[in-house]
């Protein structure tokens, strides 16, 4: 079981000279089988959350382990291991290459750390597979609604297979249908072995979170 630890959290940003702190002694635990939900309004930290989580950045004070790994200790090497092997990141606006089908969009994270392309591509169809979307695979996003996008994002981050899975708002550019599966392919992708942190403020992800985060009230304090 590996449990993530965020103890006495505080990032700052320095905007025209003056600090700015999204969040400041934020302290949570979960563990993996878990969906956490980061729910704070436009502003609240939910991307600079996810972005220390992800090993992207690094707070002023305070700590993130996930299993025996010290998140914000980590550099060199090993904080590229963690950004590519440990933890997945779903962009809010997705990300995907506009030039590339659906399948070598999932498929890069893999050709780029070294997996031959064959291995790469039948990992990439199993990942479209478990978001519905093989038969868009030679698709390019162009081609693909916005809920399709979405899904191809999802499955380049699930390819590798990460023990922390991270999503920010992956529902805000979503009709309403849409929205609602994404919020049960996000339940579905919880497992043992896999924590799966959401950035929201929609509130359809409290029917299904197992722990709710609000980074803002130690703002305050
Ligand atoms: N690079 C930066 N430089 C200065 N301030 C920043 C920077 N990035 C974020 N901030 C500030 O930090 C606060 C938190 O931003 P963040 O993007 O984490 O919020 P959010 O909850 O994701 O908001 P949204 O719901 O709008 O995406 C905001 O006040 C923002 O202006
Ligand atoms: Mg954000």
New binding site residues.
Partial sequence: MAELVVDDLT?E???AGQP???FDGLTFSARDGELVVVK????????????VLAGLLSPAKGSVSFGSTVITGLSGRELLEHRRRTAGMVF?SFNLIASLSAVENVSAPLVLTGTPARTAKSRALAALEQVGLADRASFRPGRLSGGQQQRVAFARALVREPALLLA??PTAHLDSPNARTAVTLLREFVRPGRLVVV?T?DDRFLEVADRLID?SPARAA
């Fill in positions: 990032v940003y320095h905007d700015v702190r999204p704070a309004p436009s502003g609240g930290g939910k991307t600079t959350l996810l972005c809010q920010d708002e950035a403020h980074p």
